[in-house]
């Protein structure tokens, strides 16, 4: 069943989502040769501690770290660690999350480590994160949750793929309901698979994590012995890209962006919800 959240609630949400905002500011700072994954996970629990707001992530199903540090192919899920020390030319994808009086925030975005990246891995991030934008401007009052998948497929699909080839959807991960808990229903693929039909209509109060994670090559993954680290079965690197975002009766609202997606959405022909903290 999915949760309906009443606009009080949303505001409450609003707050965790800014300081999921705050950490990716501080981490994306900090991702920087030389630093290691522990490192970031050091300077996400600060921001969450100065504005006391509890981490979601931190033994969520036993998960070790405040956050996730996933490197090169590894799409999803990457624990930090004081082993892995970032190299120039690495490919990160940070994804955090905080609660702030039992509300949910979550939220991911990919950066790269200093310089010398490939044309092919800068246009990779561009996609996956302009294809999490197509799903969150389809969100919107009488559509339903298989017009957000299916925009955000097109989109990718739509966009050549320097080289050639096509870029790998991922199919085994995908985004989610948040709100009181992190992960709820409804599952958000980032593709349209038929048999599951078109999914509940989208109404005022719906909140989502729109997420895609996309790779250079291969749709398909593995999970490591660790249980947790996600990588992409043919070794090819990936983007993952997210944002927590309400449906408001005013229109959508970006509750991990720090001005709510106002401007992204303006680009798009769309405005922005009013944000409830002003």
Not at 215 to 225: A, D, F
């Amino acid at each position: 069943m999915v949760q309906i959240k009443s606009p009080e609630q949303i505001a409450k949400m609003r707050e965790a989502g800014l300081v999921v905002a705050a950490i990716h500011a501080a981490t994306r700072e900090a991702a920087v040769p030389g630093a290691t994954t522990k490192d970031l996970d050091q300077v996400a629990r600060k921001v969450l501690a100065e504005h006391n707001a509890k981490p979601n992530f931190l033994g969520y199903g036993g998960f070790p770290a405040t956050i996730c540090t996933s490197v090169n192919e590894v799409v999803v899920h990457g624990i930090p660690s004081d082993d892995v020390v970032l190299k120039d030319g690495d490919v990160i994808s940070i994804d955090c999350g905080a609660i702030i009086d039992g509300w949910h925030g979550d939220a991911a975005y990919t950066a790269f480590v200093g310089s010398g990246h490939s044309p092919e891995l800068v246009e990779l991030s561009r996609v996956t994160e302009e294809s999490m934008w197509a799903g969150i401007a389809a969100m919107k009052q009488g559509n339903r949750l298989v017009d957000i998948s299916r925009a955000v497929e097109t989109y990718i699909r739509r966009q050549p793929k320097p080289g050639g080839g096509k870029y790998g959807i991922i199919e085994d991960y995908g985004g989610h309901g948040i709100g009181t808990e992190m992960h709820m229903d409804p599952h958000l693929l980032n593709y349209v698979d038929r048999r599951r039909g078109k999914g509940p209509k989208l109404v005022p109060g719906f909140c989502l994590a729109i997420e895609p994670m996309v790779s250079l090559g291969t749709p398909k993954t593995e999970v490591l012995s660790d249980d947790w680290t996600v990588i992409t079965t043919d070794g090819t690197w990936s983007s993952h890209w997210e944002h927590s975002v309400a449906l408001t009766e005013q229109g959508p609202l970006v509750l991990t962006a720090p001005d709510g997606g106002k401007a992204k959405l303006a680009e798009m022909g769309i405005t922005a919800a009013p944000d409830p903290l002003g």
